[in-house]
């Protein structure tokens, strides 16, 4: 962005991300002063929308959007949900002092390109530490504890030892009056990433009891893998749900329809016993793949038979080819598709025409 103003500073992760060398997601910027008036004397931009009680501007400018944040200060009258504004515009130290970490309290002017550091984040980003700000951080917003685990796997960076403390302080004493759907939106920044790492230190660091007071031990089994080999399967946005999904109970977080369906299918699969391999196409058939690998913790070999093997076993006989043979369309379609399909599975190599001729015997045809 070409906009260059004393009062115009880069901010938190895209200046922290260009000091790691990492690509940034966002480009956020704070205005020292109201950023909403800022933003309406900047020649050859579009406002594209305005927050007028936390005083931030969307702007798009060069075919880019770009947030502005008017510098303010903030408190939590309610622990565990969006803070209020006491004042907009206030200085810019002060601005950073309400933020998460010290690696994302970092300025950077649009004007010099000097890195404004007030509270040694620049060292904490050498030395590979995460520290919070003030003592009270977790308690005002407790999904900070999901974005330290986020920050911790992304960039291999652990918590100083207050932080440290001062989280497992607050996963002691839980408030479960919080804002659930902030903290799914961590939790699926967190597990979108697929890492295992993340998963481990999620439940033996005891961060999962913030979704439900549960008691949860981590699978042995390792589905990182399982999930990499069927990406193309696989959602982008619901990789998380694999992980968090397994959880006893995740009935606080807002999920959608389809995150429902995948915990109700792998729930499903779960209490169902297997004979043979057709019962477990069947079944796997149906189930969206995000069950599927959830399954993997109960029986990988199972799983990863179907994954690697039966998934890939299909019917080219269909419902137009049957009428082709004179039978009008009934209930007996998908018996006779069943029919064929149990020969198949032990004889992948089977043809069409050795399909029809299955079809035919089915149903008595000469």
Known sequence: MNIKDKN??????????????????????TYRGNAIDFAKTIP???????????????????????????????TYPRKGHLPEVDKIGCSLKEDVMRRDFTINALAKSTLTGEIIDYTNGLEDIKNKTL???YDTSFIDDPTRIVRRLKFAVRFGFDSDEHTRKLQNDYLDNINYDMSYKRLKKELVETFNLNKREAFEKFIK?????????????????????????????????????????????????????????????????????????????????????????????????????????????????????????????????????????KTKIPNPQMTKADELKLAKEFFNLS
């Open 131 to 133: 520290r919070i700000l």
């Open 44 to 74: 050859d931009i579009e406002i594209l929308q305005i927050n007028e009680p936390f005083g931030t501007v969307r702007i798009k400018s060069g075919g880019k959007e770009f947030d502005i944040a008017s510098t303010r200060t903030e």
């Open 8 to 29: 115009l500073y880069y901010i938190g992760g895209v200046v922290r991300d260009e000091i790691l060398g990492k690509p940034s997601f966002d480009t956020d910027l």
């Open 205 to 341: 660091q005891r961060i999962y009891k913030l979704v439900a007071p549960v008691d949860f031990t981590l699978p042995e089994y390792d589905f990182e893998n399982l999930i990499k080999m069927n990406l193309s399967n696989i959602s982008q946005s619901n990789i998380w749900i694999i992980y968090v999904g397994l959880l006893p109970d995740i009935s606080n977080l807002p999920l959608t329809k389809a995150e429902n369906k995948i915990i109700e299918e792998f729930k499903k699969l779960k209490s169902t016993i297997f004979n043979n391999d057709f019962e477990i196409c069947k079944a796997f058939n149906a189930a969206p793949i995000e069950s599927v690998i959830m399954y993997s913790t109960v029986n990988h070999k199972t799983a990863e038979k179907y994954l690697t093997k039966l998934k890939n076993i299909k019917l080219t006989l269909n419902g137009k080819d049957l009428q082709n043979l004179g039978i009008a369309p009934n209930a007996k379609y998908r018996e006779c598709f069943d029919y064929i399909l």
